[in-house]
């Protein structure tokens, strides 16, 4: 079964230090993978995808994909309480007619 | 504009009662999806539609059941209401289903929070 690992949380980091999120999966032909950010009460809306190796920025947002080791991560840089909230890490396998399999999600808290 | 709604957006029955939940899409997408979101807040596939055809249908229990009139539709069914289906249910659609991940991309609707006593 394909499974996608991400650390519930919470993980704590201070206002204006970089956040790093973590997520893992199993299937080596997983080939999109996507990070979604979710508010308590509210429905979760995408950050950015990826699918090549290496680094996509966007804003202070940087996708990191390591196919060979099967891990992708979320960098946010100068981090801001408005970005606490829990992370959902997804990922897409032809497999599973590329629906989105989904982590569990890591829970976010900026401390100011 | 919305681009998923659902409705109702609360819902509070009783054990046993039928209810139905509703999302439409004007998105334009081919692809729908239904997620139910627990208290643990997993988010676990229920179904997903192409083009108004069942393309994956997950272990759910058969008092669920979808039905998409058109691609924009996608309604949820529940008969026989039971104190362990009270969780939060999203709908979504994408573009489609591909490799490329921005068709892939997922849009939510708000959610249905579902309480049932």
């Known amino acids: 079964q394909k499974e996608v690992e991400q650390n519930s949380g919470p993980l704590s980091v201070p206002e204006g230090a970089i956040a790093s999120l973590n997520c893992t999966y199993s299937d080596r032909g997983s080939q999109s993978f996507f990070w979604y950010r979710q508010y308590s009460g509210k429905s979760p809306e995408l950050i950015m995808f990826i699918y090549s190796n290496g680094d996509k920025e966007d804003g202070r947002f940087t996708a990191q994909l390591n196919k060979a080791s099967q891990y992708v991560s979320l960098l946010i840089r100068d981090s801001q309480p408005s970005d606490s909230a829990t992370y959902l890490c997804?990922?897409?396998?032809?497999?599973?007619?590329?629906?989105?399999?989904w982590g569990a999600g890591t829970k976010l808290i900026i401390k100011p | 504009d919305t681009a998923v709604s659902q409705t109702p957006k609360y819902l509070v029955t009783q054990m046993g009662n039928d209810k139905s939940i509703k999302c439409e899409q004007n998105l334009g997408h081919d692809t729908m999806y239904w997620y139910k979101q627990d208290s643990k807040k997993f988010l676990k596939i229920m179904f997903s539609y192409n083009n108004k055809e069942l393309i994956i249908n997950e272990t759910v229990p058969n008092r669920f059941s979808p039905k998409s009139p058109d691609k924009a539709h996608l309604n949820l069914h529940i008969n026989s209401l039971e104190l362990g289906d009270s969780a939060v249910y999203f709908c979504a659609s994408s573009q489609g289903l591909s490799g490329k991940g921005s068709y892939n991309e997922q849009f939510f609707g708000p959610g249905t929070r579902l309480t049932v006593l």
């Open positions: 997804a990922v897409s396998h032809m497999d599973s007619n590329y629906q989105l399999i």
